[in-house]
């Protein structure tokens, strides 16, 4: 009995350093931390999440709300989205017209658009259409 109790204490204190990483970084589930300022920023100090060389997707988190930068690699603001739960919104920021689609109002994507993710999220990706020199941005759930 006394070394079940043992094992059992043992187990637990084992298991501490995985629980306190597996809550290391709020809001991103992708354990990358997120910055606390720098949003809009042309090179924000912040770790770049891209999948994809072509583009930077900075994370931010403050109050609870999550923001993500999507800049291309001159630094230029293409799009801020923010994301509180399952809810998203386009933050009115980066120079140009550049539409992002977001739930539930999906924007129509050309067919024979390039799909390409650029950010994967447990909850949802991020990715980006391209037709010709039209870039629609896109945040889809990751869904069943």
């Not at 109790?5 to 187990?11: D, G, P, R, Y």
């Not at 992708?30 to 100090?45: F, I, K, M, R, V």
């Amino acid at each position: 009995m006394k070394s079940a109790k043992l094992a059992i204490s043992l187990s637990l204190l084992m298991s501490a350093p995985m629980l306190a990483a597996a809550q290391c970084c709020p809001g991103s589930g992708t354990g990358a931390e997120l910055a606390a300022q720098g949003l809009g920023e042309s090179y924000p100090s912040a770790r770049n999440l891209s999948l994809d060389p072509s583009w930077r997707v900075y994370g931010f988190q403050r109050d609870g709300i999550t923001y993500y930068q999507i800049n291309d690699i001159e630094g230029n603001v293409l799009a801020i989205v923010g994301n509180l739960d399952d809810q998203f919104w386009a933050l009115p920021a980066g120079q140009g017209s550049h539409e992002v689609s977001l739930p539930p109002s999906r924007l129509e994507i050309a067919s024979g658009a390039q799909r390409l993710p650029v950010y994967r999220h447990p909850d949802f990706t991020l990715l980006v259409y391209r037709h010709g020199d039209r870039s629609i941005w896109s945040v889809e759930s990751a869904g069943p």
